[in-house]
């Protein structure tokens, strides 16, 4: 009698654990889709930064390319997992879709910092290593990644810099904040701050006041 008690008072208190383990169940789903609804604003506020860093363009290329550079960045969290593998699908297919169309390789990898700006399109392809700081700007031929197939490490560029048309940046390198690159420059060192590096390989000046319109690709 004794062992029959006691497995009742056992079943009893498994019992009574069911409804607390349910509630703490839905408290998880509910706290889920909040953080997804919360995910969402927030990729659809950078989306309407993205638009007007664009020149409020709705045929500007380089906004396409950040619409699927966001929508990449917000699928990794969405839950359950089965929902996020059909949104990297999709995410996968738009990608292929828009590197087709624009001639622009930007994976949703890439670091980037507020205001990116990709200014015009075709042959930039920007390794998913890479780290932009705030204030950037690239525009069509831009090449930034691995200087050899072995290596591990993309470039890291810090705030304000503008890189100028053809423009390379290859290898474990370091540019510093308010850096021009002129165009069609090869960058294999690091730039150090308030810079200029131009030429083949590049060569790295300090900034002038005259120095302003060296990464542009003659914008008129």
Same mark, same amino acid.
């Given at each position: 009698?004794?062992?029959?008690?006691?497995?009742?008072?056992?079943?009893?208190?498994?019992?009574?654990?069911?409804?607390?383990?349910?509630?703490?169940?839905?408290?998880?789903?509910?706290?889920?889709?909040?953080?997804?609804?919360?995910?969402?604003?927030?990729?659809?506020?950078?989306?309407?930064?993205?638009?007007?860093?664009?020149?409020?363009?709705?045929?500007?290329?380089?906004?396409?390319?950040?619409?699927?550079?966001?929508?990449?960045?917000?699928?990794?969290?969405?839950?359950?997992?089965?929902?996020?593998?059909?949104?990297?699908?999709?995410?996968? *297919?738009?990608?292929?879709? #828009?590197? =087709?169309? +624009? @001639?622009?390789?930007?994976?949703?990898?890439?670091? %980037? /910092?507020? $205001?990116?700006?990709?200014?015009?399109?075709?042959?930039?392809?920007?390794?998913?290593?890479?780290?932009?700081?705030?204030?950037?700007?690239?525009?069509?031929?831009?090449?930034?990644?691995?200087?050899?197939?072995?290596?591990?490490?993309?470039? *890291?560029?810090?705030?304000? #810099?503008? =890189?100028? +048309? @053809?423009?390379?940046?290859?290898?474990?390198?370091? %540019? /510093?904040? $308010?850096?021009?690159?002129?165009?069609?420059?090869?960058?294999?060192?690091?730039?150090?701050?308030?810079?200029?590096?131009?030429?083949?390989?590049?060569?790295?000046?300090?900034?002038?006041?005259?120095?302003?319109?060296?990464?542009?690709?003659?914008?008129?």
């Amino acid at each position: 009698m004794k062992g029959l008690s006691h497995r009742q008072s056992q079943i009893a208190s498994a019992l009574s654990e069911i409804p607390s383990r349910r509630q703490a169940c839905l408290s998880v789903k509910r706290s889920d889709q909040r953080s997804n609804k919360i995910r969402v604003v927030v990729m659809f506020r950078n989306i309407c930064e993205d638009f007007r860093n664009h020149g409020r363009e709705w045929g500007a290329q380089g906004f396409w390319v950040m619409v699927v550079y966001r929508y990449g960045r917000w699928r990794y969290r969405v839950r359950p997992p089965l929902l996020r593998k059909l949104f990297s699908f999709i995410y996968h *297919v738009l990608y292929k879709l #828009v590197q =087709i169309v +624009t @001639g622009i390789e930007f994976p949703c990898e890439v670091e %980037i /910092g507020n $205001n990116f700006v990709i200014d015009h399109f075709g042959g930039i392809i920007v390794s998913g290593d890479t780290k932009f700081g705030d204030n950037c700007r690239i525009r069509n031929g831009v090449v930034i990644g691995l200087r050899r197939v072995e290596d591990k490490y993309a470039p *890291v560029i810090g705030n304000n #810099v503008d =890189i100028g +048309t @053809g423009a390379k940046l290859l290898g474990p390198i370091r %540019i /510093g904040d $308010n850096v021009l690159i002129g165009a069609n420059a090869v960058v294999l060192c690091d730039v150090p701050s308030n810079s200029i590096a131009v030429g083949v390989p590049a060569v790295v000046k300090q900034r002038g006041s005259h120095d302003h319109d060296l990464s542009y690709d003659n914008k008129q």
